[in-house]
């Protein structure tokens, strides 16, 4: 009987020691551990930072074409580098397309050719791509389809070989056939290697293709649709833009420092260039074109009115477009590259009070967004029932081909930690996933962190996330899917348009820049 | 067993295969259903042989298991991974327990019987 007591003591003793070590396990990866998950770390600005909602809200200018034609458009832009009073009471030095950042806004038709002439006048090579443009390969800015600048001598431009690049100097013609859906694009830097330091620098624009299905439809127009190109940045104590890179020149060893390995987030929230900033609006309605272009920050937007209310954000398009039937949000989930198209209806809301566009993702100053004065009142307008009727419809019946593919942390080629497709970190002469044209595909990403996933080329459908059906803001044609720490999605699409090589990637700025990246070779 | 190769799932599931995710979904109600049957098993060898300990270790593990659920379905990883080892190392000293220390013959008997 003893010996039954002293065992059962025993018993008890080792079930309360596991208990308590899992408990302890527990509770120091409850404090330790980011909740929600956060991939990348922040910058701290040493630069005095403005109040937030003191300072208006600039609307990138549209740019007018230097020659038009039955054939198209045609636009030139020099990228060079300016100072601009971001912060105020500083000369921020800045990258810019035509000394504007964000850089100016191409408005463009849908099957109307639009051709910009790019002038590289920056120290470093460039190459741009249409973000979300269904466009040639040969004008899609492959990362080694480098300009380079006058008097360049650097004998590496990337890390790596590519027999296929067409390098060209100080300029480029692209040409952009925009057979495609009313959307809103985005142009930006895409050199290999560093493209994360040259979109910070402010490399980065507006590119708006509408159609008939969008003008049908009567939507807020003029001043009352707004773009916001939502991105953080930090600056250094002389208001200069803040960046870990290895090599500040990005001439030379690629890459950030080590606690930047996972993504480059500021502290200090841009929207269209400025600082928090604020925009009188009426009680009417207003059409917000939202794009997250921010290297590795995630936001959870809210539209919060003052007296605690949140103001729904009415989704009406996606990355490519118009959706069927727009999708009502408390919150707004917003990854890297990203772009929603929303409704928001400030009628009702008092004269003179402000809503604020919050980052639920956020803490201390990148909880704000942005925010808007209610002015005066205006008209009101209603929200469509239906929207688009032009959405492409695939079914997993007629997929030809199903992969896999997972985005997960590797070693670079040079053995330094990066971020891998299957394993494999990017190489421009190896081609890694060959598509037919015209051909159906299912795509299962899987992912160990967040990871943006970016096709170049085509629109797709999310099919599932985690097995599940997907999202409401899955909704629609998408060109960039969010993937969640451990998160798998499916996605559907024709690879139609045009032969070539291609890219797909992560659109973390930092992962991309160490071999996140893939080719997609279209035969 | 079930237990043991949830691990396994979510390896193959993260090394990129998409079916490891069906694996694991599998695994995971299979552990929630064992678990069920041993609670009940549990509450007869209380019953019938005024022994309580496996009850409780199997309530445990059964809170564990739904708690481990529910953060995996919703991507809660901070509590999903720590939570697994824990479970994990759970099972192995409930086995080692009831191996070692095998219930007496009187619940044997009365087992056959019924
Ligand atoms: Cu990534």
Known sequence: MGELRTSRRRLLGIGAGLGAVAAGGLALSAAWARRPAVTGEELRSEAELPQAFSLPLPIPPVLAPVESGAGGDRYEMVQREVEAEILPGYATRLWTYEGSFPGPTIEARRGRPVTVLHRNELTVPT??????????????????????PQGWTGHHAHSMPDDRAVVTDVQREYGFPLDQRAAMLWYHDHRMDFTGPAIWRGLAGLHFVRDEVEDALDLPRSDRELPLMIADRAFDAEGQLAYPSLDPTLTGE??????????????????????????????GLYRLRILNASNARHYELEAVAEDGRTVPLVQIGSDQGLLAAPVRH????????????VLIDFAGLPVGSTVRLANRLGSGGTAEVMAFRIAREGASAPIPETLADDLPEWDRSEAAVVRDLAFRAGRMEDGRHGWVVDGLPFDPARTDVTARFGEVEVWRLIADVHHPVHLHLVGFRVLSRGGRTPLPHDAGLKDTVSLRPGEAVEIITRFDGYRGRFLFHCHNAEHEDMGMMANLEIV | MAGFLQPVFAGV????????????VTGANLV?????????????????????????????????????????????LWLHFPLGVALIAGIAAVFAAVWRRPLPRRFKAVRAHG
Do not use: C, K
């Not at chain 1, 269209?272 to 009426?282: L, M």
């Open chain 1, 127 to 148: 190459v741009v791509h249409l973000h979300g443009g269904r466009t040639p390969a040969a004008s899609d800015g492959y990362p080694t389809d480098l300009v380079l």
């Open chain 1, 254 to 283: 690629h890459g950030v420092e080590e606690p930047f390995l996972a993504g480059v987030m500021g502290d200090v929230v841009l929207v269209n260039g400025a600082p928090w900033p604020i925009h009188e609006v009426d009680t």
């Open chain 1, 330 to 341: 408390e919150r707004l989930p917003l990854a890297p590259a990203e772009r929603y198209d």
């Open chain 2, 13 to 24: 599931y993260l090394s990129g295969d998409y079916d490891g995710l069906a694996w694991h």
């Open chain 2, 32 to 76: 929630s259903y064992i678990g069920i049957i041993q609670l009940g098993a549990a509450v007869a060898v209380w019953v019938r042989v005024r022994r309580a300990w496996p009850f409780w270790t199997s309530l445990a593990l059964v809170l564990g298991a739904t708690a481990q659920y529910f953060a995996g379905d919703v991507g809660a």
